[in-house]
């Protein structure tokens, strides 16, 4: 990406950028914009990469802002007047309608740029009043207004906020191009593509784990409880370890490790996630 990051923009995330971008240029923006796809495939890499394009005042015909420049400088610090980044206090918390009502009051500002932006991140956070809130903003937006969504559930949203926004969609990309991005990843301990049979495929969570000891330990007791459940002759020690871990990450590896046991059944070898088993206890299990 560009600004401080050293690694390069996620490829699978230019052509969004750019469908973005033109809008833009060609002043079709949405007033509101929804931007889906599942957790970990870049909604947020995608939307400050715009937001920042947005704020650059030294792009040219560029995708990216220049990084460089005043409003590069001031939207990478956060501090950027004419964008407001909305999200929970904490993971997990709910956006109330006292940030809508935030919103609104930074919308009705007079306004020194040409654009201002509004960014809601997860807005599947809101709360049904929260959303109703921003509702009349959405069917009226004021000039220069934009409302940039992101929601790895849209389907939580309500239908009237869903309708109102344009939807831009990021699909789980080709697993070749996000091998090929994290390569550019230094310091690793597993291979890139253990890390993303081990992330169900998500590029954010497997650079993480090939990048970061949280993400590591925590794929670690995931992967010994997994490993317990596949040797298990006692159900104890299995639940010891299923306590260790945080049932977020390890529910969907337990989904996709009976998926790879279903796999082992069928085609009588071991798929990628299978593979970070050892062979004779998934046989085992299998039978
Ligand atoms: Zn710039």
Redesign the pocket.
Known sequence: MTGSDQRPFPPWLEVRLGELVRLVSANQAPSGLLVTGPKGVGKGILARAFL?RM?????GDSRY?????N??RSFLGASHPEILHVMPEAPGKEILVDHIREVIEFLSLSRSGPARLVFIEPAEAMTVNAANALLKTLEEPPGGAMLLLSAAQPARLPATVRSRCRLLRVPVPDRGVVADWLRSAADREMSVEEALAACLDRPLEAQALLEDDTARSAWQADHAALQALLRGTSPFPVIERFLACDLASLLPRLQRLLLSVQHYLVQGERDAFGRLFDSDSLQRFAH
Do not use: Y
């Not at 704020?55 to 792009?59: E, N, S």
């Not at 802002?65 to 420049?69: A, K």
């Open positions: 920042q704020a650059c005042t030294d792009a802002g220049c990084g460089r420049c409003g590069c």
